[in-house]
Every structure is written in structure tokens, then in C-alpha cells.
């Protein structure tokens, strides 16, 4: 598998792999280098140590970077707009990366939102950092990067699967510490956090016996990842961290959130019940809405149009 060295305004460098070529995340821009995983990596170092004018064996995240650099770091913003009363901020779901949702900027390119595509660690173009594994660490990490951005204008979280109860979790310690709140919540794939979950023993289970557990459990491993092993070493780290966060996950009783929460699920999603789903209200001081959409867990590539629209409609009811 080919990857090609890519890199931003900061001069940071990562890897990105060769069957993403097009969903290059904004910010970005290649190098002109291309080959092999362990030859690109090697290439990062020697240039690093050029550049530092030290030796180095393996390529390493810097320890402290500037506001901008940090949002940068944190977020992909596939199609900016500048003029954008609103910013919605997309949190990924379990495994996956920014450009996993570069289909639902795209649809929105023209609307009077911007999407900012949250970009966890350890992944993408955070390849080099280490993922994290526990929600308080996550939220800790994405407060710290992003709330002056929250404070720039009003804003709005969607997050799906692993990533509505990051974005619900991020929400409660904004409103804890006295911070920006989002305006609305748009939580899909994720029955409410108080229900016990049916998560994965992620400790126990070894990296073949994971894999096979998390593709029988949603059936949406790409063949990309399963079928090649270098694409595999870069992703399970934070595919296990991930699915470790989850398990790991203890919810605590606190404030209903001000803002509002829309429901999205799809219809034959065997992980979100409708009884699951009306358990959110109690996580927010006004009346919930939901909405259903045919397919499974991962119905939202599919409905995208759709989805779209309720996005348009509920941010300009709360507006």
C-alpha cells in the first residue's frame, strides 16, 4: 500500500494513504513524496533531524503547539466559510478519522453552517500522537484545543456512534466550567448514556479476535484495513483505544444540558431501540426530537440529503 507525506502551514508532516488520494483534509497538501509506510516514516526523520539538526529514530508530535496550531491539529474544515453564522462540529464515530465524514461537508458546502470535522488523536493526519482511551482525557484534550473557536460564534455538535457521547460528554464540561454551550446537540447511532451498554471486552480479546468481534458487530470493516497489513498497523491502535473508551465509560449524573437534542437512528440499527433513544430526554432541559432513517448503524452516507435537512431546519428553529 502506497502513502504519500503531507503537510500544513506549521510544517508538521504525516502520512496519508494512497486510497484517500481525493479526501485530503483542508489545511493540507502533499509533498511530492510517495512510497512505502516504513520508507515515508523514515523520510519524516531524516528530515526532522535535518531540520533540527539532531539525530532522530522515529518521528515525534511537537510537545506544545500555538492556539492556531492546536485547532489546526484538532479539527479538518473541508469547505471553510468564512461568512458562516454557525459552525457545525462533527464527531467522529469508533476507529474512524475526519475525512470519514468529508461526504457530509460536501453535501452542506452551500448551507449557512460550516462543518468542522473534529480529527481525534492517533489517527489520519494525528497519525504520530497517541489515541486516547478515556473520555475524560478526550474531552479534556479537545476542551483545551478548541474553546477559544467555540467562543468565536455560535455552534452546534453532531456526533455519531462513539462520537455523540463525545460530543454529549464535551458539552456537559463545557457547561460545567462556565464555557461556550453549543446551541444544539445532533446525536446519531447512541442510546442515551445512563442505559448500560453492550460494549466489546477490549483488554481480553486479542487484535485477530477484536477485529473479527467489532466487523460480526457492525458488519463495516472496510476491505482496505482488514486485507492490508500496513493500513491495519496504523489503524488499530486507535480502533482499540476507542472501542476502550467506550468500555471504559462511567456516566455520571449532572445538569440537564440548555441546549437542545435531536435523535437521528436508523431504523435497523440493532444497537439503538426507540425506548433507548426517548432515555436522552432526561440530558436536556427542552424536548427532544427524533428522527428515523432507513439502514443500519451506518445509515448516514446513505441519507445524507435528508440528514442535511433536518440539520438546516433545527439549527435555523434555534437560531
Known amino acids: 500500500m502506497m502513502f504519500h507525506i503531507v503537510e500544513n502551514d506549521e510544517q508538521q508532516r504525516s502520512l496519508w494513504p494512497d486510497f484517500r488520494k481525493q479526501a485530503l483534509p483542508n489545511g493540507w497538501r502533499y509533498t511530492g513524496v510517495a512510497g512505502l509506510r ?4 523514515r523520510q519524516i526523520a ?3 533531524a535535518d531540520a533540527l539538526a539532531i539525530r532522530v529514530s522515529v518521528p515525534v508530535a511537537p510537545a506544545s503547539l500555538t492556539v492556531a496550531g492546536a ?3 484538532s479539527i479538518a474544515v ?15 464515530h469508533a476507529g474512524s478519522g475526519a475525512s470519514s465524514y468529508h461526504f457530509l461537508a460536501r453535501a452542506c458546502k452551500d448551507d449557512a453552517f460550516e462543518v ?4 481525534y488523536p492517533g489517527r489520519e493526519m494525528r497519525i504520530r500522537e497517541q489515541p486516547c ?12 484545543d478548541l474553546r477559544s473557536l467555540f467562543s468565536e460564534r455560535p455552534f452546534a455538535f453532531l456526533g455519531h456512534s462513539m462520537g455523540s ?3 454529549f460528554e464535551l458539552a456537559r464540561r463545557l457547561a460545567a466550567t462556565n464555557g461556550p454551550e453549543p446551541r444544539h446537540l445532533f446525536l446519531s447511532g447512541r442510546q442515551a448514556p445512563q442505559r448500560p451498554a453492550h460494549n466489546l471486552p477490549v483488554d481480553s480479546l486479542s487484535d485477530e479476535a477484536f477485529l473479527d468481534a467489532v466487523g460480526k458487530r457492525y458488519n463495516a470493516l472496510p476491505v482496505e484495513l482488514i486485507s492490508n497489513p500496513e493500513i491495519l498497523a496504523l489503524v488499530l491502535p486507535s480502533l482499540r483505544a476507542d472501542f476502550k473508551l467506550m468500555a471504559m465509560y462511567h456516566y455520571r449524573e449532572a445538569m440537564a444540558l440548555n441546549a437542545g437534542l435531536t ?11 426507540p425506548d433507548s433513544v426517548e432515555a436522552w430526554q432526561i440530558q436536556s432541559k427542552e424536548p427532544i426530537r427524533t428522527h428515523w432513517f432507513p439502514g443500519g448503524h451506518f445509515y448516514l452516507p446513505e441519507t445524507v440529503t435528508k440528514v442535511r435537512q433536518v440539520l438546516l431546519d433545527t439549527l435555523a428553529m434555534s437560531g
Do not use: H, Y
Open 71 to 73: 485547532r489546526r491539529r
Open 46 to 48: 531524516a528530515d526532522a
Open 263 to 273: 435523535l437521528m437512528n436508523g431504523v435497523d440499527d440493532p444497537w439503538v431501540a
Open 133 to 144: 482511551a478515556d473520555m475524560s482525557g478526550m474531552t479534556q484534550l479537545l476542551d483545551e
Open 78 to 92: 473541508p469547505f471553510s466559510r468564512p461568512q458562516a453564522k454557525v459552525r457545525l462540529f462533527v464527531f467522529p
Open 165 to 167: 457521547l463525545v460530543a
Open 116 to 119: 468542522n470535522l473534529i480529527q
Open 38 to 41: 516504513d520508507e515515508c516514516l
